[in-house]
């Protein structure tokens, strides 16, 4: 009976390596032009548009930002006042960028085209801001209806319990849909 032919093994080029890295900087270099900008302008851009979400629902909402960093200052149905300030954290900023450094980390080392993982950068950016347009107004609302002390746990409800989900969703689908289906022959 014949020795099981053995595949000849061919070096390693370097030029295997090359798109993953090029694949790498490229990347850093999306997410830092993505993102970047978005730490500068989104604490302000998102203040705009719960102030005029709420206005629009006849909720009175003043904003300042002598800080430095914007407030909201939401007149509640009891006459109360509910002061947020709108840090990094609560604007969403945080949990974006972790789904940008994760996807970064665990989706650019595959094999996939550069498009693709672009896309799916983006994608995400605009989930994450999109998710935290909606949030904060819904936050405010049940503290408007429900009284200052509810601020808490719907915070916490729609802040980072949340959070996670939308991070998880959004990362699997873009795994998923980077992984090299084999063909049956």
Request: net charge positive; proline share 5%; charged share 10%.
């Amino acid at each position: 009976m014949g020795a099981p032919h053995a595949r000849p093994s061919f070096p390693r080029s370097s030029y295997q390596t090359k798109p993953r890295v090029t694949h790498g900087v490229i990347a850093v270099a999306v997410f830092m032009f993505s993102y970047a900008p978005l730490w500068l302008s989104f604490q302000y851009l998102l203040t705009e548009v719960v102030k005029w979400l709420l206005s629009a629902g006849r909720i009175v909402v003043v904003g300042s930002s002598s800080s430095g960093t914007p407030l909201l200052v939401v007149t509640l149905l009891d006459g109360s006042k509910l002061s947020l300030l709108m840090t990094f954290q609560r604007c969403g900023l945080v949990s974006t960028t972790v789904f940008g450094l994760l996807l970064l980390l665990l989706l650019y080392p595959l094999g996939t085209s550069l498009l693709h993982k672009i896309a799916w950068l983006e994608i995400g950016l605009l989930i994450g801001l999109a998710w935290n347009c909606l949030r904060l107004p819904v936050t405010v609302l049940v503290s408007y209806y429900f009284g200052v002390g509810a601020m808490t746990v719907a915070d916490f409800l729609t802040g980072p319990l949340t959070d996670v989900f939308w991070t998880v969703v959004v990362w699997s689908c873009a795994l998923s849909t980077s992984v090299p289906r084999k063909r049956g022959d």
